[in-house]
C-alpha cells in the first residue's frame, strides 16, 4: 500500500496512462489481426485456385483416357493373347496423349516390371492400380522415380470395364513431372512461396514435386495447406510476408489488451480508493487500540500503520503515552506492593487472576494456591509480632525464589499467601508443591537466638473455563485450604 496519501493521485494517473498504452497495443493487434486475416484468406484463394487447376488438368487426361477406350474398344484387347493389338493400341494412343512419355495397356492377366524403357515400370507404379483394403480405389495421379531423375515421371491410371463393370486391366499415362512446375507459375506465389509435395504414408514424410516464389518465407512460419483430391499431393503455401504480431486468427491477445485498459481505466481507481479507504480506517484502529492502551497502562511493542500521516501523529502519541504509562505503573507498583513481604497485595493479586482468566476460556488454564502459615498466631503471642513479622518474610522469599518468573506470588491477607501458576495444569502444580515443602526450611532462628519453627498448609485448584469467574477457583481453594487446616495442618489439599 502506498506510504502517502497525496501519491494516490500520482498512481490513478499512472493507471490511466497504463490504460491508454494497453488500449493502443490491443488496437494495434486487432488491425493487424484483421490483416493477418485477410492475408490468410487471400493464401486460401491462391491455393485453391491452384489445387484446381491441378486437379482439372488431371481429369482432361481421365477425360480422354476414358475417350480413349470407348473410342479404341480397349476393352477388347485386354484378353490374353492379343499382345500384339494391345502394342498397336498403344501407337493409336499417341493421338489422344501427344504429350506423355510412355502409355501402356495393362491387363490384370499381365503385369510385370519394366525398368528397360523409360520411364520404368516399377512396383510403385504397379502399386497404384492394385487395390487394397486400406485403399480401394486407385489415385487419380502419383509421382514415381525409380534410380535417377531421367525415371522420374508422373502416373495417371485409368480403369478398363467390360459392359458389367467388370476390371480387366488398366489404361497407365505417363508424364512428364515438369508438368508440375508448368502449372506453378510465378503468378501463383504473387510474391509468396508456393510447393506441391507428395506425402509418403502416415508418417509425415514428403517429397517437393514443384516449387514457386521465395523459399526463405517457410522459416519458423506454418504454410497453409491444400490437399489435391484423391492424390497423395498437397499444396503448401506461405504468404509473400510473414503473419504479425499474432500467430494466427482467433487470438484472445487483443482482447486480453483491451481487458487490461478496462481495468486500469475503471477498477484500478476504484481499488486504490478502497485501498486508501480500508488503510485509513486501519491506522484509525491502530490509533484507537493506542489510546486504550495507554488507558490501560499497558502499551504494545509495535502498532502497525499504512500511511505516513498517521504515523507522524501516532509517533508524538507514543512518546507521550509511554511517559504516561511510565508513571502510571510507578504508581500502580507503589501502591500494590505489600510493605512488609514486598509480595503484590491482594489487589494486584485479583487483577493479575482476571487476566489469566480470560486465557482459560481459550483453552489455557492456570492453576491458584493459597497457603497459610499454620501457627502464626501462636508465635506471635508467644514471641511477639516481631517475630511474627520475621517468619512471614522469612517465608515469603523462600516461596517466591522457588517459582517460575512467569508465576505470581502476593500476600493476600495476615499469614495468607496467593500463588498463580500460570498455564500450568493441575497434577504438574500439585508435584511441584510437593517438592517445594521439602526445600522450604520451617525453622527459623531469631535475633534472640532463640529458633521459632512453624508450619504451612495449602489449598490447591485450577481455572476451569465453565467458571463464571474467578471468585468460584478462589472458593475451591478456600475450601480446600480449610480442609488441610482441620485435618491438624502442615499438609496440601487439592480440588479440582
Not at 295 to 313: H, I, N, P, Q, W
Not at 374 to 393: R, Y
Amino acid at each position: 500500500m502506498t506510504k502517502n496519501l497525496s501519491r494516490i493521485h500520482t498512481y490513478s494517473l499512472f493507471f490511466a496512462l497504463l490504460a491508454l498504452v494497453f488500449s493502443g497495443v490491443g488496437f494495434y493487434l486487432l488491425a493487424d489481426d484483421v490483416v493477418d486475416r485477410y492475408r490468410r484468406q487471400s493464401v486460401a484463394a491462391i491455393a485453391d485456385s491452384t489445387a484446381r487447376r491441378i486437379t482439372d488438368r488431371i481429369a482432361y487426361y481421365h477425360v480422354a483416357a476414358v475417350s480413349a477406350i470407348e473410342g479404341l474398344g480397349l476393352g477388347r484387347l485386354m484378353k490374353p493373347g492379343r499382345a500384339n493389338d494391345r502394342a498397336q493400341a498403344v501407337e493409336q494412343l499417341t493421338v489422344f496423349f501427344p504429350d506423355a512419355l510412355k502409355v501402356r495397356l495393362l491387363p490384370l492377366s499381365e503385369r510385370a516390371v519394366d525398368e528397360l524403357t523409360v520411364p520404368n515400370l516399377g512396383y510403385a507404379c504397379l502399386d497404384i492400380i492394385q487395390s487394397t483394403p486400406d485403399r480401394p480405389k486407385s489415385p487419380d495421379a502419383e509421382f514415381h522415380m525409380l534410380m535417377d531423375a531421367l525415371s522420374a515421371h508422373i502416373d495417371i491410371p485409368q480403369s478398363i470395364v467390360d459392359a458389367k463393370g467388370e476390371l480387366l486391366g488398366h489404361l497407365l499415362i505417363s508424364l512428364r513431372p515438369d508438368m508440375l512446375q508448368e502449372m506453378l507459375d510465378p503468378d501463383t506465389g504473387q510474391g509468396g512461396y508456393t510447393e506441391l509435395r507428395q506425402y509418403l504414408g502416415d508418417g509425415g514424410q514428403f517429397i517437393t514435386l514443384a516449387k514457386v516464389g521465395d523459399a526463405s518465407l517457410t522459416a519458423g512460419i506454418e504454410p497453409h495447406f491444400t490437399p489435391i483430391t484423391n492424390t497423395p499431393w498437397k499444396l503448401a503455401v506461405w504468404p509473400a510476408q510473414g503473419p504479425g504480431v499474432l500467430t494466427g486468427a482467433d487470438q484472445p491477445l487483443p482482447w486480453l489488451f483491451l481487458l487490461l485498459a478496462l481495468v486500469c481505466l475503471v477498477l484500478a481507481p476504484v481499488l486504490l480508493r478502497a485501498m486508501a479507504k480500508s488503510a485509513v480506517n486501519h491506522d484509525i484502529a491502530a490509533l484507537s487500540e493506542m489510546l486504550g492502551d495507554i488507558r490501560s497502562g499497558v502499551m504494545a511493542a509495535d502498532y502497525s500503520l499504512k500511511l505516513d500521516e498517521f504515523r507522524r501523529l501516532a509517533q508524538r502519541l507514543r512518546i507521550g503515552g509511554e511517559k504516561l504509562v511510565a508513571d502510571h505503573e510507578a504508581l500502580l507498583e507503589h501502591s500494590q506492593s505489600d510493605y512488609l513481604t514486598g509480595l503484590a497485595t491482594k489487589d494486584a493479586f485479583n487483577i493479575r487472576l482476571d487476566q489469566l482468566f480470560d486465557q482459560t476460556r481459550m483453552g489455557f488454564p492456570s492453576s491458584v494456591l493459597l497457603v497459610e502459615i499454620d501457627n502464626l498466631n501462636e508465635i506471635n503471642d508467644e514471641f511477639g509480632h516481631e517475630a511474627g513479622d520475621i517468619v512471614l518474610k522469612h517465608f515469603a522469599g523462600a516461596l517466591k525464589d522457588s517459582l517460575r518468573k512467569s508465576d505470581f506470588i502476593s500476600r493476600v491477607g495476615g499469614g495468607t499467601f496467593g500463588i498463580i501458576l500460570s498455564f500450568t495444569e493441575l497434577d504438574s502444580a500439585r508435584q511441584g508443591f510437593e517438592q517445594l515443602r521439602e526445600k522450604i526450611s520451617t525453622a527459623i532462628e531469631l535475633p534472640s537466638k532463640t529458633t521459632v519453627t512453624f508450619t504451612w498448609s495449602g489449598g490447591m485448584s485450577s481455572t476451569s473455563p465453565s467458571d463464571c469467574g474467578t471468585s468460584e477457583v478462589m472458593a475451591r481453594c478456600q475450601q480446600a485450604l480449610d480442609e488441610a487446616k482441620h485435618a491438624g495442618g502442615d499438609e496440601m489439599r487439592v480440588h479440582g
